[in-house]
């Protein structure tokens, strides 16, 4: 039996709005060994016609015998892949051309890499180009091609997720075992925490390239973490990791202080936006999820006298490169 270069990973509920475009641009990459496997979470639109309907060999469709959620089906496909190298894919995303080949290209020529990802396009609902991709150009331009453990840290704790999205991500099957494979306890934190997880134990590796369009819009899993609260409370794991990490890298005071003008900074918005939208539910999960981290107050105070961040902005840039230098890169 042939055994393709590399696995693509397309885990799918009620996507049928976007799937065709995303499938086809899959389908017209220059490397052409490739399986695509079409994960489906028990969807009720036409989501399965629309992956069944492609007549080529190399897609393959399943579906869960019931609603597992995404990272639970990821976790699937990862078993039942056969390949070493496993790109993960949205439904509503585009792959732009030549970009499955850069991710292959890339993992054969840094084998220490566990996990790679690359820089994008945003689009909107409708695929125009938006260039809300150029807020992460000071971050992009700090990050290494390979990045070694303690760098890793040091990125994901200034920057935060720094794949953005599971689609900028392929990730080697041995790393993804290593790690655990990711938790199905939450929907909003557990690709952050995988790829916090793999950086531990493998160099992490970025494609200065953009090689994808992400699709934004209302329906996206983030935007309804943010609505609903869920992303503070699952991301303070991730947190806590990092900081174990840095101790010795960044002082208690900077860890302190970093996080209440940053993070801790959005947070307070996102609570504030929900008590303007009447939405009490979701403002009191949200202001008992910051309290949770310590020094609710002071992120409240900062939100109020930097006007969330307009008038001051930590300058996250010049403390990674003071604390960067300092590292055996």
Same mark, same amino acid.
């Given at each position: ?53 492609? @007549? ?59 996990? &790679? ?12 180009? /938006? ?36 689609? /900028?991500? &392929? ?13 199905? !306890? ?24 953009? /090689? ?9 899993? !983030? ?7 869920? /992303? ?15 101790? @010795?890298?960044?002082?208690?005071d900077e860890l ?10 959005q947070h307070v ?8 939208? @009447?939405?009490?539910?979701? &403002? ?9 981290? @310590? ?35």
């Amino acid at each position: 039996m042939h055994m393709p270069r590399v696995t693509i990973l397309l885990p799918v509920h009620n996507g049928e709005n976007y799937l065709a475009e995303s499938v086809g641009s899959i389908l017209e990459q220059d490397l052409r060994d490739f399986e695509l496997h079409i994960l489906d979470d028990d969807s009720s639109d036409g989501s399965a016609s629309v992956a069944q309907s492609t @007549g080529d060999p190399r897609v393959r469709y399943s579906r869960n015998s019931s609603r597992f959620g995404l990272f639970k089906t990821l976790n699937r496909g990862f078993e039942e892949a056969r390949t070493e190298l496993i790109r993960i894919w949205s439904h509503d995303d585009v792959m732009l051309p030549g970009s499955l080949r850069r991710f292959v290209e890339f993992a054969a020529a840094h084998p220490s890499v566990g996990m &790679m990802y690359s820089d994008f396009f945003a689009i909107d609902a409708e695929g125009k180009r /938006t260039g809300a991709e150029s807020l992460y150009c000071n971050q992009r331009a700090r990050t290494a091609e390979v990045a070694k453990p303690q760098l890793s840290a040091l990125l994901f704790w200034c920057y935060g997720c720094l794949p953005g999205n599971i689609s /900028t991500v &392929m990730l080697r099957r041995a790393a993804w075992e290593k790690v655990g494979r990711f938790s199905t !306890g939450s929907q909003q934190a557990p690709d952050y925490d995988m790829w916090v997880r793999v950086s531990e134990c493998y160099d992490v590796g970025f494609i200065c390239e953009k /090689t994808i369009e992400l699709r934004e819009h209302s329906l996206q899993l !983030g935007r309804v973490g943010q609505k609903q609260m869920t /992303t503070i409370e699952e991301e303070l794991p991730v947190l806590v990791r990092l900081e174990e990490r840095l101790r @010795g890298v960044l002082s208690k005071d900077e860890l302190r202080r970093g996080w209440v003008m940053e993070r801790g900074r959005q947070h307070v918005h996102w609570v504030v936006k929900a008590l303007l939208r @009447g939405d009490f539910e979701a &403002m009191t999960r949200g202001w008992k999820a910051i309290k949770a981290y @310590g020094q609710p107050w002071s992120q409240v105070l900062f939100w109020l006298v930097s006007v969330n961040g307009r008038l001051f902005i930590p300058d996250r840039n010049k403390l990674f490169d003071m604390k960067a230098s300092c590292l055996t890169l």
